[in-house]
């Protein structure tokens, strides 16, 4: 199974398919529960200022080619981790025939520069322990099919200054 898509609106969007499947006998992924995805937040968002790029999909992300896509567009727009986000709401990703089921947080927070983001933080357990799929929780990004309504994202501005304008 592979976890639920996520996009980034206003961005291009994130796919992060493979060619594998599961063997026929393959037990499906054990839930995530709300307390198990705050902890994996927790992690990322204190692992996120000290990493390299490529370190924090590498070490945070499931979904490591998504994650370096979400992050480049991050990074494009300027756009730094800032303090802890709150939990807003927290709703189960049921598994599907396309997607590994898991657990997504909406989460509001201020970039490094100020700039508010509401995203969806999907942490899905497909080989059996809690993770984050993309990690980027700053981007404003979410669930391509998102249990919380297509409409809560907010995506924060540029903080390139003049020269990430144009």
Do not use: H
Not at 16 to 38: F, G
Not at 87 to 92: A, E, I, Q
Request: with cysteine; charged share 25%.
């Amino acid at each position: 199974m592979l976890p639920a898509l996520l996009c980034v609106p206003l961005l291009l969007a994130v796919s992060a398919c493979s060619e594998e499947s599961d063997p026929p006998d393959s037990q499906p992924p054990a839930a995530v529960s709300e307390k198990q995805a705050k902890q994996v937040l927790d992690r990322v968002v204190a692992r996120a200022p000290k990493l390299s790029a490529a370190q924090f999909c590498k070490e945070l992300a499931y979904q490591e080619k998504a994650c370096a896509y979400t992050r480049k567009q991050a990074d494009t727009f300027c756009l730094k981790p800032g303090p802890k986000p709150r939990v807003l709401r927290s709703v189960v990703v049921r598994n599907t025939e396309e997607s590994a089921g898991g657990r997504v947080l909406e989460i509001e927070g201020k970039t490094a520069g100020g700039q508010r983001y509401i995203s969806e933080f999907f942490v899905t357990a497909p080989e059996g322990t809690p993770q984050a799929s993309t990690a980027v929780y700053w981007s404003g990004a979410g669930l391509g099919d998102s249990p919380l309504g297509k409409d809560n994202k907010v995506l924060p501005q540029s903080e390139c200054g003049a020269r990430g304008r144009g």
